[in-house]
Structures are given as structure tokens and as C-alpha cells.
């Protein structure tokens, strides 16, 4: 049976980012070639929640979904444009003259697509990663040339699709090479011959155009780059931006466990797209903390750091101890995006690890934060990349960089009572010092100036709106100041 999410003007949680549909149908309506639209979100299959943007032309054909994806992502975040477009002839209304949402027609797969025709599979690849797409996406058909974002695809479903795909294929898919053609048929086409890059690998076109120099961003210790989605969305179209993600592990869940070796491989991944500098880099959390080492190697090999911009980063102090169990949980939980209460029950004392990381996954799915079908096991593989990430932070021990950097901290303190804090735990203690720091520990180990710029939110909340349209406006001044 089909569920609608509340009324039209109510809060609904998509994706883990809560959105107003009345508020996205208000901006959708100002297309000159609409004469009425309407946004609901809709769950037709349990826990699949997606927006649904019903629109009436005012010309004969009207506009199509391409154009009208690409008018609301000039004016919204991502998150906020609807995956699904259905043209009316007229917005169904009651007697009394209101939108009849009982009245609004289920949207048809075909409509998903972009204006693109249903291509089948043409192979038993092909037809394989076509039940891995429609398992995930519980919809039927999908077509090879259909769009994994159009589908309503974001960041941890394109994890559980690499893990589904390497888990019963044997094959390992960049991540990068999804956002340069988000296609089955692309897919099969790199498994099947085999074609991969370093550069294919480790670098993710977030934002490819644009007037001003190439922003490179390296991840922070959940392993991915979807960290940035929303500032790069808030820069604008003149800001390029590319994301640097791990190489594929042989074995494990890392390639490298040490700081120096991660920078490596980033340093000549973006030299293989961009051989000389001046180079600009930015990155936020652990993200901040490889940038810095970049910056330093790069200068190294005689290659000029235009900019070095650190977001709520803070300079490691090469601790010979681990975080425990409940500072990880907690920080995971946080970075997910889950709040205080939904973390209490899984860091109960009282439970093993285990059962602390199943009541985790079980708050997360219930609250939209993770696709509803991750298995446990794809979301404790999760939990490991983050916690190795976060320990080989925690050891690394800094040299000296020649230059100055802008530190954008976060303008409201973490609560230590919700992560787990133990004041005899020293790696901890030794964090929380440096987070009370304004400068972080970085004026200890640059030989220039540490610009600190205030931004509003946590640490975790100062990358997600609204906060991030603040980062992103102080971020562009420095972009223009160091080109001057």
C-alpha cells in the first residue's frame, strides 16, 4: 500500500537530511514553463522514502525532467531534488478546492529516467549488475543506460553498491568512475575489460567546471568524499572540485595505515591530473589532517600550496594509544548523523561490542540516516574503515609545514558526555585539549599564520545546511584573496 509522509507542508526525513516538500513545490512552481507543481514524499515500498514533484506545463509539451533537475540544483542542495518527475494535465483537487493527495497517480519507473528509453541487458554481466541495482533500489525494471542519482542513488547505497557488486562479482569499482558515468553499462564495460586508473581511482569529479583553480578535498575517516556534497553544491558553479578517495584495498578494509603513505598516493594522483602547482587544498576533520601532509610533500617535490584550508581540523599528536570502543561508536553515530538520544541505547555499558554495533545499526536505519536494506555486516564494514581511519589519525605525527593556513573551526564546542568521554582515556583527554584550542595545534607545527575563522555549528553539523552556506561564503573569500 502507498504511504504518503505526513501533509504537504510537514518535515520528512530523506536520506537522512530532513527536507520541507512545500517548500521545494514553492521553488519548482517560479519555472516559467510551469503553471502549478506540487513535491510529496512518497513510500511505496517500507523504509524507501523519496520525494515525487507532480508538475503542470503551460506550454503543450512542457518542460522536461532534465531541465527541471537542473533548475532545482542551481537554486537547492541535492538532497533536495525530487529523483521522480510526473507531468498532470492538472493537480487533482477535492470539492472544497485543495490538492487531493489521494488523487495524485503513482509514478511509473519509465519516469525516472530522464526523458531516456528502457534499455535491457545485453549480457549476463550486464544482467548481473541489473538484479544488484534492482535489489537495492526495489524497483523494477532498471534499464542499463538508467542513471544510478536519477534513481534516487546518494551516498551509502553507492557504498553498499561497490560492496554488492566486489561481494558477488569479485570486482572492484572505483567509486570515482560512478560519478563520471553513473550507468550499468559504463560499470560493465570497466569490470568487463578490466580498465582502471590511479587517477580514475582516487579522484572524484565533484564539480568539474568552472573559472576558478581546482579545489582538491582528501576524505575524512568514514573513506569517502560524499562529506563535501553539500559545500561543493554551496560554492557554486565556478568552483572546481575534485574529492580524493582511497585506493581499493587488496585485503582489508584500508590500503594504507599510516598518514605519509596516504598522502603519497593522493600527491601523485592529483599530479596525474594536474602536474604542477600552484596547488589549493582544503579538507575537513581527518580530511584537514592529510591535506596538511599533502601540502608538506608537495612542497617537498618544489611545488608551490597557493592555499591550505583546514575545516574543524585538529593537529595530531602521534599518540602511541587507540580510542576506545564507546568514543568510536559515539563519533561513527555523529558522523552518520544520528543525534544524542538515538546513540544512548547502543553505547549501553551492559551490552558487548556486537550487540552495541547492531543497536547502532538498528536506530540508524529507523532513522533514515542508512538505506533500510544495509545488512548489518555492509554497515559494521563501515565501522571498521572509520575506526582504522580514525586511529591511523591518531598516530601520525606531524612535520613542519612552510607556509600559513586558515583554520575554519566550528563555532559551538562538542558535548564529551555524549561521546563516550573517559577522562582516563589519553587519547581523548589529549583531543579534547586541542578542540578547547583555537588554533588547534597547528601553530605549532606551521612556520607562518594560523587565520582562524569562526563557523556556525559542530563539528559535525558545520558541513550540512544551514551551516555550510556560511563555510562555503568564507571559503570562496579565501579562494579569491589567495588569488590576488
Not at 15 to 21: A, D, I, K, L, T
Not at 39 to 58: H, Q, S, T
Not at 60 to 77: A, V
Not at 465 to 470: H, K, M
Request: glycine residues 8%; proline residues 6%; negative net charge.
Amino acid at each position: 500500500m502507498i504511504q504518503f509522509l505526513g501533509r504537504i507542508d510537514d518535515q520528512v526525513k530523506i536520506s537522512g537530511f530532513r527536507v520541507e516538500p512545500r517548500e521545494i513545490g514553492a521553488v519548482l512552481s517560479t519555472h516559467p514553463s510551469l503553471s502549478a507543481a506540487v513535491v510529496v514524499a512518497r513510500e511505496d515500498n517500507p523504509g524507501e522514502k523519496f520525494l515525487v514533484a507532480y508538475v503542470v506545463g503551460n506550454t503543450e509539451t512542457g518542460p522536461n525532467t532534465d531541465e527541471l533537475r537542473g533548475y532545482l540544483k542551481e537554486r537547492l542542495p541535492e538532497y533536495m531534488v525530487p529523483s521522480v518527475y510526473v507531468p498532470l494535465e492538472a493537480l487533482p483537487l477535492t470539492p472544497h478546492g485543495k490538492l487531493d493527495r489521494n488523487a495524485l497517480p503513482a509514478p511509473q519507473v519509465s519516469l525516472t529516467r530522464g526523458g531516456r528509453e528502457y534499455v535491457a541487458p545485453r549480457n549476463d554481466l550486464q544482467r548481473q549488475l541489473v538484479d544488484i541495482w534492482e535489489e537495492l533500489f526495489k524497483i523494477h525494471p532498471i534499464g542499463i543506460i538508467d542513471d544510478f542519482f536519477e534513481l534516487g542513488g546518494h551516498s551509502l547505497q553507492m557504498i553498499m553498491l561497490v560492496a554488492r557488486i566486489e561481494e558477488r562479482l569479485g570486482k572492484r569499482v572505483p567509486m570515482a568512475a560512478l560519478f563520471e558515468d553513473p550507468t550499468i553499462e559504463n560499470v560493465a564495460d570497466l569490470i568487463g575489460h578490466g580498465k582502471e586508473s590511479l587517477s580514475q581511482s582516487l579522484l572524484v569529479p565533484l564539480q568539474t567546471e568552472g573559472t576558478n583553480p581546482t579545489l582538491f578535498g582528501p576524505h575524512a575517516s568514514g573513506g569517502t568524499v560524499w562529506c563535501y556534497k553539500e559545500l561543493v553544491q554551496s560554492l557554486g558553479s565556478d568552483q572546481p572540485f575534485y574529492g580524493v578517495q582511497p585506493r581499493a584495498p587488496e585485503n582489508g578494509f584500508t590500503s594504507h595505515n599510516e598518514i605519509e603513505a596516504m598522502a603519497s598516493d593522493y600527491v601523485q594522483a592529483i599530479r596525474g591530473y594536474q602536474p604542477n602547482g600552484p596547488y589549493w587544498l582544503t579538507g575537513w576533520s581527518m580530511g584537514g589532517v592529510i591535506a596538511y601532509e599533502m601540502a608538506r610533500q608537495l612542497q617537498q617535490q618544489g611545488q608551490q600550496i597557493a592555499m591550505l584550508a583546514l575545516i574543524d581540523a585538529v593537529a595530531p599528536a602521534g599518540e602511541e594509544t587507540e580510542y576506545n570502543w564507546g568514543i568510536l561508536l559515539s563519533l561513527f553515530a555523529f558522523d552518520l548523523g544520528l543525534n544524542r538520544e538515538s546513540v544512548k541505547k547502543p553505547l549501553e555499558v551492559s551490552l558487548s561490542q556486537m550487540a552495541n554495533l547492531r543497536q547502532l545499526w538498528a536506530e540508524a536505519r529507523r532513522a533514515g540516516v542508512v538505506p533500510a536494506a544495509i545488512t548489518l555486516v555492509e554497515f559494521r564494514q563501515l565501522f571498521d574503515t572509520f575506526k582504522i581511519h580514525a586511529n591511523t589519525m591518531l598516530r601520525y605525527r606531524p612535520g613542519t609545514f612552510d607556509g600559513s593556513v586558515t583554520l575554519f573551526n566550528a563555532a559551538e564546542e562538542v558535548d564529551e558526555l555524549q561521546f563516550g568521554y573517559d577522562p582516563r582515556d589519553p587519547a581523548w583527554v589529549s583531543e579534547s585539549k586541542k578542540r578547547k584550542d583555537q588554533l588547534k595545534g597547528w601553530d605549532k607545527i606551521v612556520t607562518g599564520d594560523v587565520e582562524v575563522r569562526l563557523v556556525p555549528g559542530n563539528h559535525f553539523s558545520i558541513l550540512r545546511d544551514p551551516n555550510v552556506q556560511v563555510l562555503a561564503e568564507q571559503l570562496r573569500d579565501c579562494v579569491a584573496r589567495a588569488k590576488s
